[in-house]
């Protein structure tokens, strides 16, 4: 459904504001890919520590917790916030974002989203309990609510005749920040009175202490920090070196794909408290990965290759024929969706604090590599390029690593 309503709302976007627009809501969209790591890897600790408790709502090990993640994320929001007012204040979107950002009005449609991420943040660990209290299918609905709400304001706008198509990504903003607001409000509930002794004590800075939570954190941060900027770049890589309409052809293909890649995301994190549970039973039991990762491998191709048989339908629809997919750009992104969706039962069973750390490694190692890659293949390959080089490393730094760092933990466990 989100696919489908995505089609509807770039149609809308390219019909009325212009290939232009559409260009900058998409790299503006991909900014949050890019900034994850603002909760510093807590989520692993909340969903670990959650995930292995037999009683959440009285365990005092997760109030800990919850109360060193609220003082983390205080200090995260406010951080982005002003960075948010220094690049504002100095003018330097453009030179960070390059020429997609459309000088009327990208600048201010730039530092909009980045306050609504922040006051997203606040309240986005919502989601990570309700996923360590195996309502992960949840999370999943929650994330429908976001296309909708892009689409009512488009409508709004069309109707009211405002010329403000530059502006519609704070829509999308918007919808993130409404569906972490629902998990609030659930996982609240879930554990109730949990939340609100933790946020009493988290304004508490002296007499209270937290829990440890950077032994798993920290390398998750790294990741978080490292795999963004790896995977999640290519649209102002190829906004600095190639041309608009090679941006669009990116962001058409990559809308329609990328989503195969969220589901497959929305499984696997599903796995993770599972291993978590199965961890803190007995860990000479977890289960296997491996051939939950061949079964994603074989679930994305045949999603991909449905998509990829309707891609030139679809992008007719989407762009009113303004954009065209080359055959071989929609066959890499195929392959992407592929090794993405294998490596993911793999990467959520590597959640402990050894498997973390060894991920971070492996991601920080991927990072240079699609870099350097997305850079000289999108100058000459243009939108296939960045496509590539994430392929590559997908396949060598966290598919085919995980999958013996897995091999080799789970016979060490038994």
């Known amino acids: 459904m989100s696919t489908g309503l995505g089609i509807v709302v770039t149609r809308l976007l390219i019909e009325n504001y212009g290939v232009d627009s559409y260009a900058q809501y998409m790299l503006l969209v991909g900014l949050i890919a890019l900034v994850p790591f603002a909760d510093l890897g807590i989520s692993a600790s909340i969903i670990n520590t959650v995930a292995g408790s037999d009683d959440p709502r009285n365990d005092p090990r997760v109030r800990g917790v919850l109360i060193t993640c609220l003082r983390i994320l205080a200090v995260s929001m406010m951080v982005i916030l002003v960075i948010t007012a220094v690049v504002t204040g100095s003018g330097v979107w453009e030179s960070l974002l390059g020429d997609g950002l459309m000088p009327e009005t990208g600048p201010a449609a730039a530092a909009a989203c980045l306050v609504v991420f922040a006051m997203t943040l606040g309240i986005g660990y919502g989601q990570r309990i309700l996923i360590a209290l195996g309502k992960n299918h949840i999370v999943v609905l929650l994330g429908l609510v976001q296309t909708p709400i892009v689409l009512t304001c488009i409508i709004t706008m069309l109707l009211l005749d405002i010329d403000a198509g530059g502006y519609l990504a704070i829509a999308a903003y918007g919808g993130i920040f409404v569906?972490?607001?629902?998990?609030?409000?659930?996982?609240?509930?879930?554990?109730?009175?949990?939340?609100?002794?933790?946020?009493?004590?988290?304004?508490?800075?002296?007499?209270?202490?937290?829990?440890?939570?950077?032994?798993?954190?920290?390398?998750?941060?790294?990741?978080?920090?490292?795999?963004?900027?790896?995977?999640?770049?290519?649209?102002?890589?190829?906004?600095?070196?190639?041309?608009?309409?090679?941006?669009?052809?990116?962001?058409?293909?990559?809308?329609?794909?990328?989503?195969?890649?969220?589901?497959?995301?929305?499984?696997?994190?599903?796995?993770?408290?599972?291993?978590?549970?199965?961890?803190?039973?007995?860990?000479?039991?977890?289960?296997?990965?491996?051939?939950?990762?061949?079964?994603?491998?074989?679930?994305?191709?045949?999603?991909?290759?449905?998509?990829?048989?309707?891609?030139?339908?679809?992008?007719?629809?989407?762009?009113?024929?303004?954009?065209?997919?080359?055959?071989?750009?929609?066959?890499?992104?195929?392959?992407?969706?592929i090794v993405q969706a294998a490596k993911n039962p793999l990467g959520n069973f590597l959640t402990d604090a050894r498997g973390l750390r060894f991920q971070a490694i492996m991601v920080t190692l991927m990072m240079p590599w699609n870099i350097v890659a997305s850079v000289f293949l999108s100058m000459s390959l243009g939108a296939i390029g960045p496509v590539i080089a994430s392929i590559s490393g997908v396949m060598i730094f966290q598919l085919a690593a995980n999958w013996i760092y897995a091999t080799r933990t789970a016979v060490m466990t038994r």
């Open 179 to 337: 569906a972490a607001a629902i998990a609030m409000v659930m996982a609240s509930r879930a554990l109730a009175p949990m939340l609100r002794l933790a946020y009493r004590d988290a304004l508490r800075v002296r007499s209270v202490r937290g829990a440890r939570v950077f032994d798993t954190a920290l390398p998750l941060l790294v990741q978080m920090i490292a795999l963004p900027i790896a995977m999640q770049s290519s649209r102002i890589v190829l906004s600095h070196v190639a041309s608009r309409d090679e941006l669009a052809q990116y962001s058409l293909a990559a809308q329609m794909f990328l989503p195969i890649v969220g589901v497959a995301m929305a499984a696997g994190v599903s796995l993770w408290p599972v291993f978590a549970r199965e961890r803190a039973a007995n860990p000479s039991s977890i289960s296997s990965p491996h051939a939950m990762a061949l079964w994603f491998g074989v679930a994305a191709c045949v999603v991909g290759a449905m998509v990829a048989v309707a891609s030139p339908w679809l992008a007719e629809i989407a762009s009113g024929g303004q954009i065209r997919l080359d055959a071989a750009l929609v066959a890499a992104f195929v392959v992407l969706v």
